[in-house]
């Protein structure tokens, strides 16, 4: 059975490995097809052939936007690279992140944290500014002793550095990846922790708005996990999906490959690749 990894980020977006790190290290695990799918950017693409010896890679980007109040990422797989739709979107959604940094490190001024726009930036190398690079600049300058404390702090819902985002709404997220003849997948549903009903609120308008899958299996999670979200993507007949949602080395529950295969009940979202 081929092994789908379909939920990876580099360091072009918040990632510790590079394109050829990460690409390297899905094969040294298993992995036969891996999506790419760093945070509004398609950047990762630039330093990676498609055609690879080992591997087969599928396009891919995740794309951030708000459902009632909640932040929420869809996925766009198989997409194609040069088709301006999803280059405008990349570029849309880049220069919104950058506007919520500038407010992140006004915020931040404001609690007596100098510097942490520029300090952010240059964590980032430039490229995509997270506020997991807030927090590590935090640490760096002794503000706080770790990532978790800053977050705790001053990075966390409802915290200095928590800047609601002004994305594009979701009905404009979905037609950029389809207009890019790519595929619309909800990423990691049960990570925004909604009751059932609202969950199930979110499919519904996730698919009349024109999504086609969602993520099954994210990383490691429980059997019952698993069945449950198979369940709700067949009964909405919806594609299924499955990754790791890999950031960095270290963290067993989101590591390459490392998850559970896709029920037999599901359609995986590859036969439409």
């Avoid at 080992?54 to 194609?80: A, K, M, P």
């Avoid at 007596?112 to 935090?138: C, E, T």
Wanted: with cysteine.
């Amino acid at each position: 059975m081929m092994l789908f990894d379909l939920h990876s980020h580099t360091t072009f977006s918040d990632g510790v490995l590079t394109p050829c790190e990460l690409v390297s290290r899905a094969v040294g695990n298993g992995v036969d097809v891996l999506a790419i799918t760093d945070h509004d950017t398609l950047d990762a693409y630039r330093d990676t052939p498609l055609q690879q010896d080992n591997i087969r890679l599928v396009t891919g980007i995740e794309l951030s936007t708000q459902w009632e109040n909640t932040g929420i990422h869809v996925l766009g797989l198989n997409i194609d690279l040069d088709s301006d739709s999803i280059i405008a979107a990349a570029k849309s959604q880049s220069e919104a992140r950058l506007r919520r940094a500038r407010r992140i490190g006004e915020n931040l001024h404001k609690k007596g944290v100098d510097g942490a726009f520029d300090g952010a930036l240059k964590l980032s190398n430039g490229a995509y500014i997270g506020r997991p690079h807030f927090a590590q600049y935090l640490v760096n300058i002794g503000k706080v002793d770790s990532i978790s404390a800053a977050f705790r702090k001053y990075m966390g819902d409802g915290k200095a550095g928590d800047v609601k985002q002004q994305w594009a709404a979701l009905p404009k997220i979905i037609a950029w990846i389809r207009n890019a003849n790519g595929i619309a997948v909800l990423a990691h549903p049960l990570k925004y922790k909604l009751t059932r009903t609202r969950l199930k609120r979110l499919l519904d308008d996730f698919i009349d708005a024109g999504g086609q899958g969602m993520e099954v299996v994210s990383g490691q999670q429980l059997p019952q996990q698993t069945n449950d979200m198979a369940q709700l993507c067949e009964q909405r007949k919806l594609l299924a999906s499955c990754g790791s949602d890999f950031h960095m080395p270290g963290r067993h529950w989101a590591e390459l490959g490392r998850f559970a295969p896709l029920p037999g009940n599901v359609t995986p979202v590859w036969e439409h690749f």
